[in-house]
């Protein structure tokens, strides 16, 4: 049976995952953490929730033990744009964060999943189909902390027997919680935009192409990898996912299909522009599908389709 402890659990992701992970492992064996307490208190209040900065090493090992936790969801991380107006908190979040996750994983013998991104690649990567092992050299502080931090967890999978299991998560869209300050965010900013005011003003440029997934996409995902047969599994920490590859402009068509006056315009971010050039256009998710038998369910249209309808009903009823 799991007994999972989520790190950074009122973020976009970990507000869905702790609620998709107590539907399937039971509340009682779900412990949401994070350093902050605002959040949904549908989160705070479905299972067990306490407070921790994984900074503190110490406390962690304690929820663990209380909790009799046997594996870590590490989610607490500085996306990229926060990340480059703070590099130094970014570095201490994404990289001690991860170390003393791993550590007490390596002491009391759990299994560990950790997201990587994207943003491991660089502009010296093949931008399309970029397959799962080549060139990784990032220039964002969050992309450098990812790619150490995909190869710690390599590190302590081989050194030390600790189940590591990771996925280069793309843009993640979602209508739960806001996301957190990433280059990728206006792809979930242009649909709220879109069923509250018709139209969307754009900081990434024209043509510009990401990988994207939805959010049922991402929490397939993330419990398939978690619970594949390690006997499978070449490739622990990270896995390329892909779902879809969009520029703004493809995600504005595709809304206009319902909401037919919408109008997408542009203002450029230089700073998250230069970030989203030096990112894959598309990534090569053979791998994936080869060793766990990752597939997704959503293309662009199907989740335009469910994002619109989930945020009328939540915004008009607001
Ligand atoms: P988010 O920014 O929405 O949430 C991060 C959470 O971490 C917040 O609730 C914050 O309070 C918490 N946090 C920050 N510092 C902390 C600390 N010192 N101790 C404890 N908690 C702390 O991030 P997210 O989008 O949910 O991302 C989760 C993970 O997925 C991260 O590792 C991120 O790099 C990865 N990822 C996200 C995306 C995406 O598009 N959302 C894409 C690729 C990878
Ligand atoms: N969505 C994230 C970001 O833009 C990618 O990891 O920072």
Not at 45 to 74: Q, W
Not at 104 to 124: C, D, M, Y
Not at 177 to 190: E, K, L, N, Q, S
């Amino acid at each position: 049976m799991k007994k999972i402890m989520l790190t950074g659990c009122l973020g976009q992701i970990g507000t869905e995952l702790t609620l998709h992970l107590r539907d399937r492992y039971g509340s009682n064996n779900v412990l949401a953490t994070d350093c902050s307490i605002k959040g949904p208190s549908e989160v705070m209040e479905s299972g067990p929730f306490e407070v921790l900065d994984v900074l503190n090493a110490d406390r962690m090992a304690e929820l663990c033990d209380k909790y009799k936790i046997n594996t870590i969801i590490h989610l607490a991380a500085i996306l990229s744009a926060v990340g480059e107006k703070n590099p130094q908190r970014a570095f201490d979040v994404n990289m001690i964060g991860l170390f003393n996750v791993l550590e007490v994983a390596r002491e009391k013998h759990l299994q560990v999943f950790t997201p990587s991104s994207i943003a491991v690649f660089g502009k010296s990567t093949p931008q399309d189909m970029t397959p799962q092992d080549t060139i990784q050299r990032p220039n964002t502080i969050y992309g450098v902390t990812k790619v150490a931090g995909e190869l710690l967890s390599d590190y302590y999978y081989t050194k030390f027997g600790v189940d590591t299991r990771g996925i280069r998560l793309p843009g993640i869209i979602s209508h739960m919680a806001m996301p957190g300050g990433g280059t990728t965010d206006y792809a979930v900013h242009i649909f709220y935009e879109a069923v509250k005011n018709r139209r969307y003003t754009s900081f990434i440029a024209k043509g510009t192409k990401m990988d994207m997934i939805y959010m049922p996409d991402c929490l397939k995902a993330i419990t398939m990898l978690l619970e594949a047969d390690p006997a499978r599994l070449q490739h622990r920490n990270s896995f390329n996912i892909a779902s879809m590859s969009v520029a703004p402009e493809d995600v504005a068509k595709e809304i206009k299909k319902h909401i037919p006056d919408f109008e997408l315009t542009y203002d450029v971010d230089p700073v998250r522009q230069a970030i989203a050039e030096s990112w894959p256009n598309r990534m090569d998710d053979r791998c994936a599908r080869e060793e766990w038998d990752w597939e997704p369910d959503y293309d662009l249209a199907a989740t335009t389709k469910d994002m619109l309808e989930r945020l009328s009903a939540k915004l008009n009823a607001g």
